[in-house]
């Protein structure tokens, strides 16, 4: 097994055991809230916006472990934002991860009030953190909260439904991707540079990194779902040659970036690599 694959499997596990942890099913008369919970958590995707906070953490020689809780608060973002998503008023999907989406398999109103918790939750978990400072956790509920936001993936959600049945430009499509896509690698990399206490311009490198990671692994995304989606997509501007030509050269700007950080970041490459390559 390469190096990489075993990495992101003990993380994987890792992560499973610790959202297990957080979230155990409870006797408690609203049980169902966390039944529902654990359905849209487990099995889970390929967790990649923890395991990137993970690695950047490890690339800056910190122990990950001791974060398992501030990376678990990223998988429930995404996890609400797809359970959303799924929902009737957004892109109405009956399926998620080869199995029924959440609101087929609860109700729509449990799936809106998972969604929600998940959400809050994700911040209770940062709040009660046991490795980091105080300040710490106002900046990390500071940057998640701006990546998830109106200016972030609400904001790139709200675009997307917006300009569902009207003329989307290029510039445009690239804005919504990185508002939907890249918000949440951003947000990764920005909480991993505040847990390790990086320099300004460590962060911005690993920021920058983040948003070019994020576009290239969406339009990826797009051109392997060419006969599935109906919406607009990258293949609406480029043949798939040239868009996948853009996706080398965004991870190429992205891998740019990494180059002026303190410690060697063969992993975090590796890892980009692997995302890329995968999608
Ligand atoms: C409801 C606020 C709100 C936002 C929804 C998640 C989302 C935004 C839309 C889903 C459609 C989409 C293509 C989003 C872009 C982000 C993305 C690539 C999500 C899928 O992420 P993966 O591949 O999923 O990491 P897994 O299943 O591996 O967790």
């Known amino acids: 097994m390469l190096k990489i694959d075993a990495y992101i499997e003990e993380k994987k596990e890792l992560l499973d055991r610790e959202l297990k942890r957080l979230l155990p099913i409870q006797e408690i008369p609203q049980k169902k809230l966390f039944e529902a919970a654990n359905y849209a958590l487990h099995p889970g995707g390929k967790r990649l916006r923890p395991i990137l906070f993970l690695a950047t953490v490890d690339t800056f020689d910190e122990n990950s472990s001791d974060f398992l809780d501030i990376a678990c608060s ?15 008023c957004m892109d109405n999907d009956d399926f998620r991860r080869n199995k029924p989406s959440l609101h087929k398999a609860f109700s729509e109103a449990d799936a809106l009030l998972t969604g929600d918790f998940l959400l809050t939750f994700a911040f209770q978990v940062i709040s009660e953190s046991s490795f980091i400072k105080d300040d710490q956790k106002v900046k990390l509920i500071n940057a998640l909260t701006k990546y998830s936001g109106a200016l972030g993936l609400i904001g790139g959600q709200h675009l997307d439904l917006l300009y ?18 890249s918000s949440l690698f951003m947000a990764a990399l920005e909480a991993a540079a505040i847990v390790v206490n990086s320099t300004h311009d460590e962060r911005e490198a690993l ?21 599935e989606t109906k919406k607009v997509s990258i293949l609406t501007f480029l043949t798939p040659n040239k868009a996948k030509e853009l996706a080398k050269n965004l991870y190429d700007e992205a891998i740019l970036h990494l180059a002026s950080l303190p410690y060697p970041p063969p992993l975090l490459k590796d890892l980009a690599f692997k995302l890329i390559k995968k999608n």
Request: glycine share 4%; hydrophobic share 40%.
């Open 207 to 227: 920021i920058n990194f983040g948003e070019k990671l994020g576009l290239s692994f969406q339009i990826i995304d797009d051109i392997l779902d060419a006969d």
């Open 74 to 88: 990223l998988e429930l973002i995404h996890t609400y934002s797809l359970i959303h998503d799924d929902l009737p």
């Open 164 to 181: 569902e049945n009207e003329d989307l430009n290029f510039d445009l499509l690239k804005e919504i991707h990185i508002k939907k896509t």
